[in-house]
Each structure stands twice: as C-alpha cells, then as structure tokens.
C-alpha cells in the first residue's frame, strides 16, 4: 500500500559528496517526519537526520555541517545531500517515514529497502 523507494547511492572517493532521494508512494494521506537511518557492517543501525513537515531538522553529531536533509512535500520525497564523506560514512542507508495511509487512516513508521553508500579512502 505504502513504498519508499530511495535512490542515489554509490561509491566515491573520500571528500566527495552524494545525494540521496526517497520517494514515498501508494495510499498516501499524510506524511509527518521524515529520515535518515544507516546502518555500517557490524554496527547499530543510527539516526542520521530526522525533518518535520514544518521543515525542522535535527542530525547526529558525526555529520553536521555535512550533510543537509531536505524535503519536497509535493513530491513526498526527502533527500540527504551528503557533501566531504569520508570513509566512515560507508553504510547501508535507510530512508524512514511517518505516514498515515488514506486505507488504515492512523500513522504507521515506512522503511526503505536501503541504499549502499561506500567511500573510499
């Protein structure tokens, strides 16, 4: 009823930069916060970044100043602009939403199926 689908992943090379998109799709009523998540080989999934529909951003510690989360509530999509990567970086990164569905009509968390980011050093 309800995908995210992220794209934009991809390997680079140390202090370069990527853009990353999900695009919620389906029974769509309402979206509320939108995210980032990743998860490094042998490591807890994170929070990255989190926006609210309002536009209110948080991000962990590790990346500010780095990366940028945005969002196009027209489009329902979300993007991570991820500018100077280095090599700790490297994770499989999740997009997470919020949504209520215009079948069930209450809010329920959406995952991505993950996106590959690698950066060499």
């Known amino acids: 009823q309800v995908q995210l689908v992220e794209s934009g992943g991809g390997l680079v090379q140390a202090g370069g930069s990527l853009r990353l998109s999900c695009k919620a799709s389906g029974s769509l009523f309402s979206i509320n916060d939108m995210g980032w998540y990743r998860q490094a080989l042998g490591k807890q999934r994170e929070l990255v970044a989190d926006i609210t529909r309002g536009g209110s951003t948080k991000y962990v510690d590790s990346v500010k100043g780095r990366f940028t989360i945005s969002r196009d509530n027209g489009k329902n999509t979300v993007y991570l602009q991820m500018n100077s990567l280095k090599p700790e970086d490297t994770a499989v990164y999740y997009c997470?939403?919020?949504?209520?569905?215009?079948?069930?009509?209450?809010?329920?968390?959406?995952w991505g199926q993950g996106t590959q980011v690698t950066v060499s050093s």
């Open positions: 997470n939403a919020d949504i209520k569905s215009s079948v069930t009509r209450w809010y329920e968390v959406y």
